[in-house]
């Protein structure tokens, strides 16, 4: 079993109280193991203070909810410990020798390897018996390095297991890409002693989760509230709850959301809502990777081949859409007929059969934004020819607005369902490419025409629309024109109208209320975000979510935590 430890910094004498109630919220949350960092406590009382700082470490120790890590860590491995290393291993060995014992020293092996006397003092501080270690303190040896992956990596892991004192060996490392936390795998999986490989860093949040699918020793997280110890930790609450920790196990299956930047995509709620409902042994993760259509290939490529990691599929976002087309036709996969005919996919498929791997590129966006569409379309009731069914669109004028990725794929929809579709767009030479590109994917199949209306303030005399669709990202919270709408606020909105918008933070963004306020009907992101997401889904599993169970997800996701 995997344990989780709550990593909590102690600087101060003063700050002991608050410290154990971390650490008592954070035993109520799902920590097994506290891991005092007590580096700026020692650093400012030792060695001057020694017994004070004795008496409050072990103050921390007896209270604490969970069983104890003390660690003093130094500042060349990221801690704040700047004084000599035979004051802070004198400190340890009483510590460890003393009552209460912490379960766990935490020592770099750099700081070990470097004196045979301090050596010796470790040793004897972890009485390193291995028939009674587990019941004694015992030596974590620890190597981190915040920059990048250490040249001799595996060379340090060798020389930690080969110590006979090390009870765990822990290797840190700021990870360049995704592909270091598959090293971190590989390392553990060829374990030869209790082994702690992580990743730190905005690429290492896979590695934290993940450490329970590949038996490592323990994984660290920072308490709600609390500051991390090392960059990227999540809290001990979003590791049990949102990451679902505890239902991780070997034979889990890995799904993710893979773009730059990816943080802040609620992609991994839903789908993993999903697999809750349906009692599906997996889990979906962001997956962040750097722009380049290098990056994405080498990073996707090395998931699909690394076989233990059970990589079974991702969602595509900006600006990986169109690389992850290129990359499934080099591997020789399957293209779905819109990804084919639009150059842009947002679901990868990995299937594995029979000892081959089989590669998909799906886009549900199309289907997804037609579909929500539609729903708006049979909502007004009146003059819809067949209220059931893509009939709903046959003859119907769209303003389009946008020409990127989210523009194509629902233009090729709307088009495919019969809708006539004129596009706006900001740059004019962008929508221009959008309908010469799209009407040649069409062929010469349908009678639906598509051309560039002009810019997004043309949209009002060229008119009027029986729909208008936003594919721009205006609007969006958090990015340049947040609170801003793509076409001008005293636009002739008719009740007879439904306008749709793509971005779904805000859920009504300014173009769905003034277009709300003037009767027309509305529908949000969010319906399209659900539905191509419902798609994935299934895709990967076989089965269709739960109805509502995306959109609850969504919900409480939204929800100030
Ligand atoms: P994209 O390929 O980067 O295209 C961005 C579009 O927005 C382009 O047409 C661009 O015009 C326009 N734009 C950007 N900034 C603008 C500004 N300041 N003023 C006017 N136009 C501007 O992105 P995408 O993949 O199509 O995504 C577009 C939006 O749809 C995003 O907000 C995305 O989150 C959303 N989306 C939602 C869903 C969903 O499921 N609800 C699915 C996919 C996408 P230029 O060509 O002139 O640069």
């Known amino acids: 079993m995997t344990l989780i430890a709550v990593s909590i910094p102690v600087d101060d004498s003063a700050d002991l109280d608050a410290a154990l109630e971390s650490a008592r919220r954070a035993a109520r949350d799902g920590a097994d193991l506290v891991e005092w960092r007590v580096d700026g406590l020692a650093d400012r009382l030792l060695p001057r203070d020694a017994e004070l700082a004795q008496r409050l470490v072990r103050r921390l120790i007896e209270v604490a909810p969970k069983p104890s890590i003390v660690t003093v860590r130094c500042a060349h491995e990221g801690g704040a410990w700047r004084g000599d290393d035979a004051h802070r291993v004198a400190f340890l060995e009483a510590i460890g020798t003393g009552d209460p014992a912490p379960r766990y020293l935490d020592l770099e092996l750099a700081s070990f390897e470097r004196s045979a006397n301090l050596r010796q003092k470790v040793r004897l501080a972890v009485q390193h018996d291995r028939q009674a270690r587990d019941l004694k303190t015992s030596l974590m040896l620890s190597a981190h390095d915040f920059d990048s992956r250490p040249a001799d990596l595996l060379s340090r892991y060798a020389r930690m297991v080969d110590e006979p004192a090390c009870a765990v060996a822990k290797l840190a490392w700021r990870a360049r890409s995704l592909r270091d936390d598959l090293e971190a795998f590989e390392i553990l999986r060829e374990r030869r002693a209790p082994t702690i490989a992580l990743c730190m860093g905005e ?228 929508a221009e490419d959008l309908v010469r590109e799209i009407g040649a994917a069409r062929g010469g199949r349908g009678a639906s025409p598509i051309r560039v209306g002009g810019g997004l303030d043309e949209v009002g005399a060229v008119g009027p629309f029986d729909a208008i669709v936003n594919t721009t990202s205006v609007g969006m919270e958090g990015g340049e024109t947040q609170g801003r709408s793509p076409i001008a606020g005293d636009f002739p909105f008719a009740p007879t109208m439904v306008v749709m918008d793509a971005v779904y933070r805000p859920r009504e963004t300014p173009l769905l209320r003034a277009a709300r306020r003037a009767g027309a009907v509305v529908v949000d992101g969010t319906q399209m975000f659900l539905r191509q997401a419902e798609a994935q889904f299934e895709l990967w599993t076989g089965q269709a979510p739960p109805p509502g169970v995306f959109a609850q997800a969504l919900d409480r996701a939204e929800r100030p935590s």
Do not use: Y
Not at 239 to 253: D, H, M, P, S
Not at 295 to 317: C, N, Y
Not at 333 to 341: D, H, N, S, Y
Not at 390 to 409: E, I, K, M, P
């Open 203 to 430: 690429f290492g949040l896979v590695s934290r989760v993940l450490a329970r699918k590949f038996g490592a020793f323990l994984t660290f997280a920072r308490a709600d509230g609390g500051i991390e110890t090392a960059a990227g930790q999540p809290t001990v609450r979003e590791l049990v709850q949102r990451w679902r920790f505890r239902r991780i196990g070997a034979a889990t299956k890995v799904c993710g959301v893979i773009g730059w930047p990816i943080g802040h995509s609620l992609s991994p709620d839903l789908h993993n809502a999903g697999f809750d409902a349906l009692g599906i042994d997996a889990i979906h993760l962001p997956m962040p990777i750097e722009g380049s259509w290098e990056s994405f290939k080498a990073t996707v490529g090395a998931m699909i081949d690394f076989e233990p990691l059970s990589f079974r599929g991702a969602s595509v976002t900006i600006p990986h859409k169109e690389h992850l087309v290129r990359f499934v036709r080099e591997r020789g996969g399957t293209l779905c007929p819109i990804a084919e005919r639009c150059g842009a996919a947002n679901t990868l498929t990995v299937e594995r059969r029979d000892g081959t791997t089989e590669l998909g590129a799906v886009n549900t966006d199309a289907p997804a934004g037609v579909g929500a569409l539609l729903a708006g379309m049979r909502s007004i009731g009146a003059g819809v020819a067949s209220p059931a069914d893509r009939a709903a669109l046959f003859g119907r004028r769209v303003a389009l607005l946008g020409a990127g990725g989210a523009a194509r794929a629902l233009a090729l929809g709307m088009l495919d369902a019969g809708a006539e579709v004129v596009v706006f767009n900001r740059s004019r030479e962008r």
